[in-house]
């Protein structure tokens, strides 16, 4: 055996949700801040993404982190996301799994019963609030960079449903949000497929038709990807409810996703359907939770804005020394139609 590179990557998921972690083999990363590293990543590094999430290593449905050490003094370290189609900026079931491995593996000291961490991610710094129990993290709250809505109540042409009503925000991606009910979806496991062409085809029509700019920085991504929501409801004083959002190239995220809950955040409050301290349960498709809540409002450029917390547990599924041999024939990977849907 013989590898032309080797990396070191814990395997994890976030309430069901794979991010896997690479701790080590990537070497350099040219940049001052997270978001300078995932740009050189995309443009220069991208066959290191290819490798762990194209097949025959990765699936459709895998996201990595790659860790590197933070050039900001508050934060403790910082990573880069890889999903399959891009570099988001945030990614909350990814963060979850990013706290847990750097404090179950020692490369972080942990602290019973709680370990507050800073991280740097590309969106910026994350406050995270561990709560640790015999070297088991068994909670990770986030606090994300501010969540807002572009557009409220937007009208959209999609091919094969005619006009479709969307809010667009940004909670670390920017979601088209749309109502699930309004297209015939309780968003139950046996509609996953249908919920998924759905969510393709609104996304790319609320990309064309309401193009976004975040504030202060051009190279931000835009709309890439849909969370189709089901009604809020009140039970005994506790907000409860279910969402999917549809990661590309279309499949649904097996955790309620901690960006799309955090655009859901900024929606609901700019609706009026929920105050700062008020606490959401948020369910995915697979029937696992994350805690959401309004931390706090801010103003991003002219957006009203909202602080968003998340808080999810993550576990540890296995460790990988992932390697690739010179004779492989597939060195960047290779993504086949039926999971990927497309080839990349
Ligand atoms: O939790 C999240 O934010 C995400 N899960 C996978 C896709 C999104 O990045």
Request: glycine letters at 10%.
């Amino acid at each position: 055996m013989r590898f032309r590179k080797t990396l070191s990557v814990v395997d994890c998921h976030a309430e069901g949700e794979v991010g896997k972690v690479v701790v080590g083999g990537v070497g350099q990363v040219p940049g001052q801040t997270m978001f300078d590293k995932k740009l050189y990543l995309e443009a220069h590094m991208d066959d290191i993404r290819k490798m762990v999430l194209f097949e025959p290593r990765g699936a459709a449905w895998h996201n990595a982190n790659i860790i590197l050490p933070s050039n900001n003094p508050e934060a403790a370290m910082g990573y880069v996301i890889l999903e399959s189609t891009e570099y988001p900026a945030m990614s909350g079931s990814n963060t979850m799994c990013v706290a847990t491995v750097l404090l179950e593996t020692g490369i972080l000291p942990m602290q019973e019963p709680v370990t507050q961490l800073t991280l740097e991610s590309p969106a910026g710094l994350i406050r995270v609030h561990c709560e640790c129990k015999d070297g088991k993290v068994t909670s990770v709250k986030l606090v994300n960079q501010p969540a807002f809505c572009y557009h409220l109540d937007a009208k959209i042409e999609v091919e094969g449903l005619g006009t479709v009503n969307v809010d667009i925000a940004y909670g670390g991606m920017t979601f088209a949000v749309v109502d699930g009910t309004s297209l015939g979806f309780d968003i139950a496991p046996s509609e996953a497929r249908q919920l998924c062409e759905v969510g393709e085809k609104i996304k790319a029509a609320a990309a064309e038709q309401l193009p976004v700019a975040y504030p202060g920085n051009p190279d931000m991504p835009g709309i890439t990807i849909t969370e189709i929501t089901a009604p809020l409801r009140r039970e005994n004083g506790q907000l409860i409810a279910r969402n999917t959002c549809i990661v590309s190239p279309g499949r649904c995220d097996r955790s309620p996703c901690g960006t799309g809950s955090s655009a859901r955040l900024a929606v609901l409050h700019a609706k009026g359907q929920i105050r700062p301290g008020e606490v959401l349960h948020h369910h995915s498709i697979t029937g696992s939770r994350f805690i959401c809540s309004i931390e706090g409002l801010a103003k991003v450029g002219d957006y009203p804005a909202v602080i968003p917390s998340v808080a999810g547990q993550a576990w540890i599924t296995g460790l990988n020394q992932m390697g690739m041999d010179p004779t492989d024939p597939y060195p960047n990977g290779f993504t086949l139609t039926d999971t990927w849907l497309r080839e990349f």
